[in-house]
């Protein structure tokens, strides 16, 4: 292999044609797909500072926006003999041929770590905002969906037995709830995240006074990183966005696994439309929300995604290396990828799912669930010492197998055993059976009654509004062109 | 086996020896050793509400405090037969025993899940605080470490190479910015998980006007938990703060690595007090730094705990469990204890080791670490394009295999092939073999250099002291009694 | 601090106190509690190699084993002066303090690192019999449990929806497959572990001619391993035990996450004594299954503690450790305590449940499960091209919600109108409304039928056999004494 | 959306579009891409039993034969609407289009989902073959790497620190043998995984009498897999080949921080041809081996993966799902492509890589390595107790910074303090001075010895023959046609 002509040190061959293959050609398609346009507005604050330090004149500073406007993947190409297949490389490649003029100081004091740490950072953060952008997208369809079932009711479980009545609406402001602390942790994340390398050169500053606080500003960035080896050492952001998906995706593999039980055969309580359903192509009684296995599956990806980002710079020297900051991040796309599918794909399940409400409510009455209001009534009402309601109703529910308004004779006379009166009314008794009176007992805020959920969604109202406002000032100091509730791909 | 008294319903059998041994009396043993101060403070609270709720009158409020002041570990006890070995029946047992006057509405509308959702988020609260606390003394010793080393030399490495010349003191206000970070998050962190779920009741919420408001004010919350799903289904609090132990872990996992290598026999740049190496039995010759080994060690178990943590309730229903919330967070112990001592362990080096200076002076002398100032110089001062200064800089390196200022003609001479001149002076050239010279030329904010250095240093010290304060308020607001800088186990 | 007497090299100074108790201490702590049978196995082997190296004469010989026999744990105490709180410091104090006579040449030539490897493997071999022991009582469990169900019908799942008709004896068998593959899995890794690190010295080999083989054999090894690096490097049997337990237990989440939805409320399929089912203090209606949710949690934590065992190597250098042999193995014992406890409480659940036929026959005829035998019956019998017999059946579900012998005449009208007969007798409809026919339609080796069940169960008692030999062997071989199906506990 | 002719049950619309472009359009790439060959031989063994079974007659059978043959990627397509995007509909599609008679009986009692079982296992096998060739031709380099330097010396670490003087020579055989473990293990697993799916129907068997053994011989199985539903349910041969792969690359992540110590600039012991070394744009004198780095960085990844598959399956029921099937096998491409590409690079570096003889030795003479032999001298020889001899150098090594020839007389004066008598005489001390005399000083098997490592060697080369032949034997029974010692992917 014969020598390079431009970028040689000591080295004296080009690189291996395997490595080449195997690494740095598909290095270089990754980043001129994704990190071109953040290369380009690099460089381009780059050049306002070089003429300001006097590195560039006004002809050399123009001619050169010029050359870097004009820079897309139809003309930078991967090369081992010309650019050593490394983007840039072939940037300076393309410029220096581009150029009419000598530029000889454009390109003094400058790392390709520092500028590859910045673009990676611009990608990520435009990444997290598309995230962000779905997540709301998500929790206005989450908050709608409460409006329909606040009076609706059906069995919530503890401990994968119906414990208390619930509505669905009471679930609709849970998972509200869950979009809510999650914007809320990433909105804190944007800031975290949102510093700049650029400057801080190979790992440790620069030799002129390039003007860090107004570059960062140009980017779209808060501020400079505090320390130039951190700058080039990290790539937390990673981790943490990382960390913020697995988080929501941990619950929303929780909440689909209360979708694949409200969907089974035994509950009957969904209905999705056919176009959502999977067949079976043997047995034709079958309707599979495979979707549902779509979205668990997809979100457990998340949780590996964390794991390989964590893991690829432990034990690493905190520096710039290629195995943190390159191999280390070979796999952001598709977490990216697997975070918006799943979370659109939950979201359309929620749009077009509709409760059965005869069959929750039927659930609701085949097993008796007053017995914890009741024993509280008995308490409250009568006087009778909590413990002894709750053995008082122990022993009437192991006689009772099924419990209906006949009832109450069964219990009234073991009452009277134990306590020597027989106090309850039928129309007392009969509200415990009753799942809607039994939903409205509950008063405390966040709690299941109409009342409160309506309370809660006017929270989750606001809170949409106060999010959507967030996106819309950072679209704008970011120039980014969401369509508002759009998917992450665009559509 | 026989019916147990008080807390049937439907079961009529004591639980399984093997199911206590195995499960139910180890439950109980943990929360007694870890959770009783919280379980009495909560029912403390709770007995101001139920006094306001008139479920107590004055009499049976001020005995009912009396008696839960006085449990204990020396009166509580794990009993299959009397109480399932759960210590909620058990704190209801000893507390029934106790009082002397009937008490009928003591228990009226209350769970155990929202009671062990609140006890052990007030334990992981009080973990966190001590974590923090032990962060800031860590950041104290390693902001105060900078003072002797800023104008020491070392070099800075990339990609396993020598790259720049930097100081230790450069090093330590890296640590010093990743301590500074991590605890912006965790004063984040204590405000997100700092919500409480008293109130929630089983899953849906309670029957009587309890004031969550009010009880979580009194539990030092800032604020109750919005909804009472959510209150009992999640422990997320734990996966998050086990996140930020990894992530502090994984960084401390990286400058150990460097320490590593400074302290290996081929760089010789630590030296460390003999009560703090290890011997080797065989070989006299040794001095082994294991210390290191098992800081790296002890952070890579927190990476664990955290997919422990975050897939104990992958793909269950989200609510009350058992899973989740006991078997889920049985390491949680562990988690806290493997950051302390690793944490501790690092503080103990970095306040104990010091920079032979003389080693890591000549290190920097055997290598030529000028050439990337020199590329800026030459291209600066004498106009020589850059990628040319480069690539005469190759061909000088590829020839000198050690350059001294002896190799200034040398350069000179390829210079003047090239340009047709050559003009770098002795004096000029020598500053590039200087290291401290090298070290002095960065200029950028976050940089290598003395001046930068201080500064990065000055600002550190304003974070301390914001971060003392932080730690002083959450401290009272919680009456927690630490000691600053003081270890987590209270040394 | 003083200098310690014996050991010292170029260190002055016994181990810091925090250090003695972070890490000494515990770590001294576990040797003796664990590995002391061991290290005294191994010194006694040594023993019989100094004698025939002629490193002691007969009289040295007979008090040293005397010495060594005498060692408990009465008589070995950590002592950061005395014994740098190391356990072999600690048995070689002991012994030049009991020892009447001059050994000069007792430890000649040894090191600790291939002792501790040995010690730990020799544990960590032990503990896997104790698994494997384990599994075979489970899986003779399993196996008892198929004869009752072969012909009992309950539905299969696909997708979480009822696919075919199933017999619990089927899934009783399917276990024992599981168990089975596991079991041939862990008698290879009996033998790919059991090799022997004695001889391999602190990482290079001994320098006196050690019988590497006689040594291994005399403590139950099959061969010493074959290079001395990779001897006192790896801690990989670890970490392959964890993976089968990983493995086994991933299947065993599944199969419970099954039970779960067997013995929910709205399946009720399951029958478990009272004495294994957990109560709700609040909601006297409730049994909880929550030994399902103490297994799955159980068996999650294994797969936490495979990644933590990998990766307390990764990007370590390849040598002896204490970052990997002492710090990584921090959590084994952790580990096989919840293989037990989880494995345990299994076949607790197993033996002890059972199911409620009339419940889960009912579920068979809830729904129409004979689709996809009647498109095979239709395409067989009557030479209806198969696609249009399943769409032929589409169109007879769509119409029909619940299908009922009544439901031949709408079905034979549909075949009527695409084939022009209509040629089903109410016999053979009514075969396929049956499910217990249905059962017995599938013929396939594997199948659910009774007869292939039945054959499957006999295959298993075969294997039992086999590896209840397998263990016999072994435990003979090693001087265990499991009691044959007992708890790792012994128990 | 109109609705599909031919599969529908209950179902009456073709999937959304969305669902279409996020899951099943790519999931149909990807079998048409990877399994297309291995449905296509399914179906073929399939023709055969259904001809022997008279579903089919001779020229109904010859005909599909011929239209299968004739299925390759140009002419299966996924269409929402025509076989919603399903690759088992797009084949019958196809084939009902091709076929110029009525095969009525062709689709008879068969299931997609054994099917894809199948087709993903016998690919899987194939990319285990693939990953044992890869192995066997790195072995084969490492193996012949021995040679050259069986008599080279360098230091050898224990806990970062230089312990012992061993050969290049040595650690390569160590590498031989991590590799022979693995090719041992591996070997098992073939057999392991290599049982047959077909013919277990869609969960529970079919019902025509299919003969089992027949078929997974005809596709290559030692057997079919003995239970239905086991079969459907699991994908667990994908998560054994994932740890293989993950131990092995575990292993690797060592050897390779090894050689990143080697080839630091501080130890300099390696050379790399400069095709394989990474240069800096900025600092003109760096040399990175980044090819380590990716090696590294590329086998973390294998432990992600390995989580990604065993969480996939974790908590879900055990049956057949597209959880565990598709979803979770999303990575499986990735994992493959990861282990062969960081093997490959493994297997250039090893093959490229020499040892600078020089620096090496250097290193060997810089410390002094002869304490541990020295020691053992003392005792054997002069009959000085060990730790008396310990003691002694300890004393020596403290005083003396830097042993040589002439510290002799400070070691007999000490030796004359503490015996009596000053034993050694000069050329007994410089033996110990010498590293190549000490390298031969190793006596036992496995040891790091010129004749030792010679020896450990020749198994290998005879393991390496062993190997070889059961290669060829697996492609010989499986039609594969590698080249041996080629790269995965075919070159």
Redesign the interface.
Known sequence: ?KKTS???????????K??DR??LTPQFEFEKDKLLPYYKEIELTILDEQRRLH?LNEDEYLNLIKIIDDIDETNLFSDVEAN?S?I??AF?EYI?KNSEH????????????DFQATAMRMYGRKKLVEAINLLTSLYEVVIAKVDKYTMVVM????????????SPA??F??IG??I??TL??ME?LYR?INACPL????????????D??KMSKSLGFDM??????????ER?WL??IS?EF??FG??V???V??F??W?????GFIHL??????????????????????I???V??L??????F???????????????N???T??LE?MFNDFS?SI??FK?YIDNMSIDEEKAYN?CTE???G???L??YL??EY?????EA??I??KF??GEKVVTSNSLFTLNSIIEDERGFGPLKEKEFNSFLNPEELLK?????????PE?VKE?QR?HIEYLRKYKEFLKDINKSNNYTFVEGGDSDGR
């Open positions: 292999m431009t970028f040689s040190g000591r080295v004296n061959q080009s690189p291996n395997i490595l195997l690494l590195m050593m490394d840039s490389f300076e220096y000598a530029i000889p100081k454009w390109h003094i004091d400058k790392s390709r770590n069995p919530g479980y503890t401990h994968n037995q119906p414990a208390q009545i619930v009471f679930y402001v849970t709830e869950a809510r602390t809320h942790r804190f975290d400057g801080s050169g190979a790992m440790s500053g620069l030799e002129f006074s390039w860090r606080e400079p990183l505090h320390t130039a080896l951190v700058s080039v050492a937390d981790t943490k960390f697995s988080l941990n619950k593999s929780r909440f696994t209360d694949m039980k969907s089974s055969h035994e509950n439309p056919d176009e959502l359903v999977g067949i079976s192509s043997a047995m034709p009684q079958k309707k599979n929300h495979t979707i549902l296995e779509r668990r599956g997809g457990n990806h949780n590996s995604f964390l794991t390989d964590m893991s690829s710079s432990q034990n690493t020297p905190y520096t710039n290396l290629v195995e943190v390159k191999e280390g070979r796999y598709d599918r659109i794909l359309i659930s097993d008796f669930f017995g914890y209001s024993a509280n308490c409250d006087g009778i010492p909590y413990r709750q053995k109703l122990g529910l192991s007992r509950k008063l405390t805020s966040g709690s299941t009654s409160s809660q929270v």
